[in-house]
Protein backbone atom coordinates (compact mmCIF):
# COMPACT_ATOMS: atom_id res chain seq x y z
CA UNK A 1 0.00 0.00 0.00
CA UNK A 2 1.47 3.70 -1.18
CA UNK A 3 1.76 5.81 1.66
CA UNK A 4 1.23 9.43 1.21
CA UNK A 5 4.05 11.48 2.89
CA UNK A 6 4.32 15.21 3.83
CA UNK A 7 6.64 17.40 4.46
CA UNK A 8 7.28 19.08 7.45
CA UNK A 9 10.02 21.54 7.20
CA UNK A 10 9.87 25.11 6.69
CA UNK A 11 7.62 25.65 3.38
CA UNK A 12 6.76 28.54 1.29
CA UNK A 13 3.00 29.63 2.50
CA UNK A 14 1.17 29.42 -0.97
CA UNK A 15 1.58 25.87 -0.63
CA UNK A 16 0.32 23.49 1.32
CA UNK A 17 2.01 20.57 3.73
CA UNK A 18 1.72 18.61 0.43
CA UNK A 19 2.76 20.95 -2.14
CA UNK A 20 -0.05 22.50 -3.14
CA UNK A 21 -0.56 25.63 -3.92
CA UNK A 22 -2.86 27.66 -1.62
CA UNK A 23 -5.10 30.67 -2.45
CA UNK A 24 -4.28 33.48 -0.04
CA UNK A 25 -7.59 35.25 1.58
CA UNK A 26 -6.97 38.24 0.58
CA UNK A 27 -5.97 37.00 -3.26
CA UNK A 28 -9.52 34.88 -3.13
CA UNK A 29 -11.40 37.55 -2.59
CA UNK A 30 -10.01 39.91 -4.94
CA UNK A 31 -10.56 36.60 -7.66
CA UNK A 32 -14.39 36.29 -6.67
CA UNK A 33 -15.02 40.27 -7.51
CA UNK A 34 -13.12 40.29 -10.69
CA UNK A 35 -14.78 36.53 -11.19
CA UNK A 36 -18.86 38.58 -10.58
CA UNK A 37 -17.50 41.19 -12.27
CA UNK A 38 -17.04 39.58 -15.33
CA UNK A 39 -19.89 37.41 -14.95
CA UNK A 40 -22.29 40.38 -14.66
CA UNK A 41 -20.52 42.23 -17.74
CA UNK A 42 -21.26 39.29 -19.90
CA UNK A 43 -24.98 38.81 -18.47
CA UNK A 44 -25.17 42.34 -19.68
CA UNK A 45 -24.29 41.88 -23.22
CA UNK A 46 -26.03 38.51 -23.80
CA UNK A 47 -29.62 40.43 -22.13
CA UNK A 48 -32.04 41.23 -24.88
CA UNK A 49 -32.70 45.33 -24.43
CA UNK A 50 -35.38 46.10 -21.91
CA UNK A 51 -38.38 46.73 -23.77
CA UNK A 52 -39.32 50.61 -24.49
CA UNK A 53 -40.68 51.01 -20.95
CA UNK A 54 -44.03 51.82 -20.78
CA UNK A 55 -45.75 51.64 -24.01
CA UNK A 56 -49.40 50.38 -23.36
CA UNK A 57 -51.77 48.33 -26.09
CA UNK A 58 -55.60 49.52 -25.43
CA UNK A 59 -57.99 47.19 -26.72
CA UNK A 60 -61.06 49.19 -28.32
CA UNK A 61 -63.33 46.56 -29.77
CA UNK A 62 -64.17 42.74 -30.20
CA UNK A 63 -66.19 41.54 -32.86
CA UNK A 64 -67.36 37.64 -32.89
CA UNK A 65 -69.77 38.12 -36.08
CA UNK A 66 -67.69 35.85 -38.68
CA UNK A 67 -67.45 33.56 -35.56
CA UNK A 68 -64.97 31.26 -35.08
CA UNK A 69 -62.85 34.31 -36.56
CA UNK A 70 -62.50 36.98 -33.99
CA UNK A 71 -61.91 40.55 -35.01
CA UNK A 72 -59.89 42.82 -32.54
CA UNK A 73 -59.28 46.52 -32.99
CA UNK A 74 -56.66 48.03 -30.52
CA UNK A 75 -54.10 51.26 -30.16
CA UNK A 76 -50.44 51.29 -29.56
CA UNK A 77 -49.59 54.25 -27.00
CA UNK A 78 -46.31 55.55 -26.39
CA UNK A 79 -45.52 57.05 -22.38
CA UNK A 80 -46.48 60.25 -23.13
CA UNK A 81 -50.05 59.33 -24.72
CA UNK A 82 -48.98 59.60 -28.59
CA UNK A 83 -49.70 56.63 -31.28
CA UNK A 84 -47.04 54.51 -31.74
CA UNK A 85 -48.53 53.47 -35.81
CA UNK A 86 -45.57 51.75 -37.30
CA UNK A 87 -45.72 47.96 -35.15
CA UNK A 88 -45.20 45.50 -37.20
CA UNK A 89 -47.59 41.52 -37.52
CA UNK A 90 -44.50 40.07 -35.96
CA UNK A 91 -44.73 42.15 -32.60
CA UNK A 92 -47.43 41.10 -31.73
CA UNK A 93 -49.42 38.15 -29.74
CA UNK A 94 -53.23 37.09 -29.36
CA UNK A 95 -54.42 34.99 -26.77
CA UNK A 96 -58.01 33.30 -25.99
CA UNK A 97 -58.50 32.47 -22.48
CA UNK A 98 -54.95 31.76 -21.98
CA UNK A 99 -54.24 30.11 -25.11
CA UNK A 100 -52.29 31.71 -27.96
CA UNK A 101 -53.43 31.91 -30.84
CA UNK A 102 -52.17 32.37 -35.02
CA UNK A 103 -53.06 36.08 -35.99
CA UNK A 104 -54.31 35.94 -39.66
CA UNK A 105 -54.91 39.15 -40.74
CA UNK A 106 -53.16 42.29 -39.63
CA UNK A 107 -53.63 45.99 -39.87
CA UNK A 108 -51.58 48.62 -38.95
CA UNK A 109 -52.20 52.32 -39.36
CA UNK A 110 -49.16 53.14 -41.99
CA UNK A 111 -49.50 50.75 -44.56
CA UNK A 112 -48.93 50.79 -48.18
CA UNK A 113 -52.59 50.02 -48.33
CA UNK A 114 -55.52 52.24 -47.59
CA UNK A 115 -56.92 51.23 -44.49
CA UNK A 116 -60.78 52.12 -44.11
CA UNK A 117 -62.60 52.58 -41.14
CA UNK A 118 -66.49 52.47 -41.03
CA UNK A 119 -68.29 55.61 -38.97
CA UNK A 120 -71.65 56.75 -38.16
CA UNK A 121 -71.57 60.30 -36.80
CA UNK A 122 -74.67 61.26 -34.33
CA UNK A 123 -75.34 64.61 -34.53
CA UNK A 124 -77.43 66.78 -32.65
CA UNK A 125 -80.20 69.03 -34.43
CA UNK A 126 -82.19 70.36 -31.55
CA UNK A 127 -83.12 73.82 -31.36
CA UNK A 128 -80.87 74.68 -28.36
CA UNK A 129 -78.15 73.74 -31.60
CA UNK A 130 -78.80 77.51 -32.60
CA UNK A 131 -77.43 79.08 -29.04
CA UNK A 132 -73.92 80.61 -29.60
CA UNK A 133 -73.79 79.75 -33.80
CA UNK A 134 -73.35 75.64 -32.26
CA UNK A 135 -75.14 74.36 -35.42
CA UNK A 136 -72.17 76.62 -37.45
CA UNK A 137 -69.49 74.93 -35.50
CA UNK A 138 -70.12 71.55 -36.07
CA UNK A 139 -70.68 72.21 -39.56
CA UNK A 140 -67.03 73.26 -39.88
CA UNK A 141 -66.08 70.34 -37.39
CA UNK A 142 -67.21 67.98 -39.39
CA UNK A 143 -65.73 69.24 -42.07
CA UNK A 144 -62.16 69.04 -40.78
CA UNK A 145 -62.85 65.37 -39.29
CA UNK A 146 -63.62 64.60 -43.01
CA UNK A 147 -59.81 65.76 -44.01
CA UNK A 148 -58.49 63.62 -41.40
CA UNK A 149 -59.89 60.27 -41.60
CA UNK A 150 -57.92 57.37 -43.01
CA UNK A 151 -58.76 57.49 -47.49
CA UNK A 152 -61.64 55.33 -48.31
CA UNK A 153 -63.64 55.53 -44.87
CA UNK A 154 -66.88 55.07 -45.10
CA UNK A 155 -69.18 57.80 -43.65
CA UNK A 156 -72.95 57.94 -42.67
CA UNK A 157 -74.57 60.53 -41.03
CA UNK A 158 -77.90 60.46 -38.17
CA UNK A 159 -79.50 63.43 -37.54
CA UNK A 160 -81.69 64.02 -34.05
CA UNK A 161 -84.14 66.62 -32.69
CA UNK A 162 -87.76 65.27 -32.04
CA UNK A 163 -87.31 62.82 -35.07
CA UNK A 164 -84.26 60.32 -35.83
CA UNK A 165 -83.26 61.15 -39.41
CA UNK A 166 -80.45 59.07 -42.20
CA UNK A 167 -79.58 62.22 -43.50
CA UNK A 168 -76.86 60.34 -45.37
CA UNK A 169 -75.84 56.98 -45.93
CA UNK A 170 -72.96 54.86 -46.08
CA UNK A 171 -70.39 56.67 -48.86
CA UNK A 172 -66.59 57.18 -49.25
CA UNK A 173 -67.46 60.49 -50.63
CA UNK A 174 -66.75 63.16 -47.92
CA UNK A 175 -68.51 66.01 -50.20
CA UNK A 176 -71.91 64.27 -50.35
CA UNK A 177 -71.15 63.74 -46.28
CA UNK A 178 -70.67 67.31 -45.82
CA UNK A 179 -73.55 68.85 -48.05
CA UNK A 180 -75.62 67.07 -45.83
CA UNK A 181 -74.41 68.43 -42.39
CA UNK A 182 -74.70 71.36 -43.83
CA UNK A 183 -78.45 71.43 -44.71
CA UNK A 184 -79.10 71.17 -40.94
CA UNK A 185 -81.37 73.57 -39.11
CA UNK A 186 -81.89 73.69 -35.52
CA UNK A 187 -85.00 72.79 -34.16
CA UNK A 188 -87.23 70.03 -32.02
CA UNK A 189 -86.25 68.15 -29.26
CA UNK A 190 -83.90 65.68 -28.05
CA UNK A 191 -84.03 61.93 -29.10
CA UNK A 192 -80.03 60.94 -28.25
CA UNK A 193 -80.63 57.31 -27.00
CA UNK A 194 -83.01 56.56 -29.95
CA UNK A 195 -79.81 58.25 -32.38
CA UNK A 196 -77.12 56.32 -31.28
CA UNK A 197 -79.13 53.24 -31.07
CA UNK A 198 -79.69 53.62 -34.75
CA UNK A 199 -76.03 54.19 -35.40
CA UNK A 200 -75.57 50.84 -33.95
CA UNK A 201 -77.70 48.90 -35.74
CA UNK A 202 -76.73 49.90 -39.04
CA UNK A 203 -72.93 48.90 -38.11
CA UNK A 204 -74.49 45.68 -37.28
CA UNK A 205 -74.02 44.19 -40.53
CA UNK A 206 -70.40 46.30 -40.90
CA UNK A 207 -66.88 44.50 -40.63
CA UNK A 208 -63.39 45.80 -39.91
CA UNK A 209 -63.29 48.93 -37.96
CA UNK A 210 -66.24 50.66 -36.61
CA UNK A 211 -66.76 53.20 -34.48
CA UNK A 212 -69.75 55.83 -33.28
CA UNK A 213 -69.18 59.45 -32.56
CA UNK A 214 -72.33 61.17 -30.95
CA UNK A 215 -72.59 64.58 -30.34
CA UNK A 216 -75.49 66.80 -28.01
CA UNK A 217 -75.84 69.35 -26.60
CA UNK A 218 -77.92 68.42 -24.14
CA UNK A 219 -80.28 66.10 -21.76
CA UNK A 220 -81.90 63.72 -23.82
CA UNK A 221 -86.15 64.69 -23.55
CA UNK A 222 -87.62 62.49 -25.65
CA UNK A 223 -86.12 58.71 -26.78
CA UNK A 224 -89.14 56.65 -27.28
CA UNK A 225 -87.40 52.97 -28.06
CA UNK A 226 -83.54 53.39 -26.39
CA UNK A 227 -82.05 54.77 -23.14
CA UNK A 228 -78.54 54.32 -21.53
CA UNK A 229 -78.34 50.50 -20.93
CA UNK A 230 -79.83 49.61 -23.76
CA UNK A 231 -77.02 51.33 -26.03
CA UNK A 232 -74.17 50.19 -23.33
CA UNK A 233 -75.82 46.86 -23.92
CA UNK A 234 -75.87 47.01 -27.71
CA UNK A 235 -72.40 48.38 -28.14
CA UNK A 236 -70.94 45.88 -25.80
CA UNK A 237 -72.83 43.10 -27.91
CA UNK A 238 -70.92 44.45 -31.26
CA UNK A 239 -67.75 45.21 -29.30
CA UNK A 240 -67.38 48.12 -30.76
CA UNK A 241 -66.57 51.97 -29.15
CA UNK A 242 -69.10 54.72 -28.64
CA UNK A 243 -67.06 58.27 -28.75
CA UNK A 244 -69.35 60.56 -27.26
CA UNK A 245 -69.22 64.77 -27.37
CA UNK A 246 -70.97 67.38 -24.86
CA UNK A 247 -71.63 71.12 -25.78
CA UNK A 248 -72.05 72.83 -23.16
CA UNK A 249 -71.52 72.92 -19.34
CA UNK A 250 -71.73 70.03 -17.78
CA UNK A 251 -74.88 70.25 -15.71
CA UNK A 252 -76.59 70.89 -19.60
CA UNK A 253 -75.39 67.85 -21.38
CA UNK A 254 -75.64 65.09 -18.90
CA UNK A 255 -71.99 64.24 -18.80
CA UNK A 256 -71.88 61.44 -16.34
CA UNK A 257 -74.31 60.01 -18.68
CA UNK A 258 -72.17 60.75 -21.29
CA UNK A 259 -69.04 59.51 -19.87
CA UNK A 260 -70.55 56.39 -18.70
CA UNK A 261 -71.11 55.44 -22.49
CA UNK A 262 -67.88 56.34 -23.47
CA UNK A 263 -65.86 54.74 -21.51
CA UNK A 264 -68.24 51.25 -21.01
CA UNK A 265 -67.97 50.91 -24.58
CA UNK A 266 -64.28 51.22 -24.60
CA UNK A 267 -64.52 54.56 -26.20
CA UNK A 268 -64.09 58.39 -24.86
CA UNK A 269 -65.73 60.94 -23.64
CA UNK A 270 -64.64 64.65 -25.60
CA UNK A 271 -66.29 67.62 -22.98
CA UNK A 272 -66.68 71.26 -24.94
CA UNK A 273 -67.60 73.82 -23.21
CA UNK A 274 -67.35 76.52 -26.28
CA UNK A 275 -68.34 75.69 -29.61
CA UNK A 276 -65.35 76.70 -30.66
CA UNK A 277 -63.74 73.50 -29.29
CA UNK A 278 -65.41 71.38 -31.71
CA UNK A 279 -63.23 71.47 -34.41
CA UNK A 280 -60.04 70.65 -32.28
CA UNK A 281 -62.39 67.77 -30.63
CA UNK A 282 -63.38 66.23 -33.91
CA UNK A 283 -59.85 66.68 -35.00
CA UNK A 284 -58.15 64.65 -32.20
CA UNK A 285 -60.95 61.50 -32.64
CA UNK A 286 -59.87 61.76 -36.55
CA UNK A 287 -56.50 60.98 -35.55
CA UNK A 288 -57.21 58.62 -32.96
CA UNK A 289 -59.16 56.35 -35.61
CA UNK A 290 -56.27 56.62 -37.99
CA UNK A 291 -54.05 55.08 -35.49
CA UNK A 292 -55.84 52.22 -34.28
CA UNK A 293 -54.98 48.54 -35.80
CA UNK A 294 -56.65 45.44 -36.22
CA UNK A 295 -55.97 41.95 -36.15
CA UNK A 296 -57.87 38.32 -37.05
CA UNK A 297 -57.39 35.52 -35.12
CA UNK A 298 -59.60 32.01 -35.20
CA UNK A 299 -60.84 30.95 -31.92
CA UNK A 300 -60.34 27.22 -31.23
CA UNK A 301 -63.91 26.26 -30.40
CA UNK A 302 -65.72 24.94 -33.02
CA UNK A 303 -69.37 25.63 -31.53
CA UNK A 304 -70.70 28.54 -30.40
CA UNK A 305 -70.54 27.92 -26.95
CA UNK A 306 -72.66 30.78 -25.25
CA UNK A 307 -69.18 31.90 -22.92
CA UNK A 308 -67.56 35.07 -22.33
CA UNK A 309 -63.95 34.39 -22.96
CA UNK A 310 -61.23 37.10 -22.34
CA UNK A 311 -58.93 37.95 -25.17
CA UNK A 312 -55.43 39.54 -24.00
CA UNK A 313 -53.58 41.33 -27.02
CA UNK A 314 -50.00 41.99 -26.22
CA UNK A 315 -46.65 43.97 -27.73
CA UNK A 316 -43.31 43.42 -27.35
CA UNK A 317 -42.45 46.83 -26.12
CA UNK A 318 -45.76 46.51 -23.36
CA UNK A 319 -45.30 44.71 -19.91
CA UNK A 320 -48.75 44.18 -20.04
CA UNK A 321 -51.26 43.14 -22.69
CA UNK A 322 -54.32 44.92 -23.37
CA UNK A 323 -57.51 42.60 -22.75
CA UNK A 324 -60.91 42.50 -23.74
CA UNK A 325 -63.41 39.78 -23.66
CA UNK A 326 -65.42 38.29 -26.41
CA UNK A 327 -69.47 36.95 -25.77
CA UNK A 328 -69.64 34.01 -28.02
CA UNK A 329 -74.05 33.49 -28.16
CA UNK A 330 -75.18 30.08 -27.86
CA UNK A 331 -75.81 26.94 -25.84
CA UNK A 332 -73.37 26.29 -23.38
CA UNK A 333 -71.45 22.45 -24.57
CA UNK A 334 -68.39 21.42 -23.99
CA UNK A 335 -65.10 22.42 -25.42
CA UNK A 336 -64.61 19.15 -27.63
CA UNK A 337 -68.70 19.33 -28.54
CA UNK A 338 -71.84 17.25 -28.30
CA UNK A 339 -69.76 13.87 -27.11
CA UNK A 340 -72.14 10.98 -25.40
CA UNK A 341 -71.13 11.10 -21.85
CA UNK A 342 -72.52 14.71 -22.23
CA UNK A 343 -75.44 13.91 -23.72
CA UNK A 344 -76.25 11.07 -21.56
CA UNK A 345 -75.46 13.57 -18.56
CA UNK A 346 -77.98 15.79 -20.13
CA UNK A 347 -80.52 13.28 -20.48
CA UNK A 348 -80.06 12.76 -16.54
CA UNK A 349 -80.77 16.09 -15.40
CA UNK A 350 -84.01 16.23 -17.81
CA UNK A 351 -85.22 12.73 -16.16
CA UNK A 352 -84.20 14.39 -12.88
CA UNK A 353 -86.22 17.16 -13.49
CA UNK A 354 -89.74 15.70 -14.29
CA UNK A 355 -89.01 12.70 -11.12
CA UNK A 356 -90.44 14.58 -8.78
CA UNK A 357 -93.47 14.66 -10.51
CA UNK A 358 -94.14 11.56 -11.42
CA UNK A 359 -93.73 10.29 -7.98
CA UNK A 360 -96.69 12.53 -6.56
CA UNK A 361 -98.75 11.41 -9.65
CA UNK A 362 -98.39 7.39 -8.44
CA UNK A 363 -100.65 7.49 -5.12
CA UNK A 364 -103.28 9.24 -7.09
CA UNK A 365 -103.31 6.68 -9.22
CA UNK A 366 -103.79 4.45 -6.57
Known amino acids: MSRI ?110 VATTIVLVVDRSLSMQEEDRMGSLKEAVATFLEKTPEGSRVAVVAFGSEVDLICPFTTDRDRVRAAVDRLHPGGATRFYDAVAEALAMLDHEHGRRAVLALTDGHDTSSQEANLPADIAAARRLGLPVYTLGLGTEEAIAGDALKALAESTRGQYYPAQRAEELKAVYTTIAERLGASYSLVYQSDRRLPDGTLRPVQVFHQSSRKAGETAVFIPGMVVPASGWSPLFLALTACLGLLMFLPSLLRRRPAQA
Open 5 to 114: VCNTGRRDPAFSPCGRRVLQPGLSASALLLFLALSSTLEAEEAPPPPEAGNTVVVTGASQQEFPRIAVQFELRRPDGTFLRDARKDEFRVAEDGKELPILEFQAPLTTES
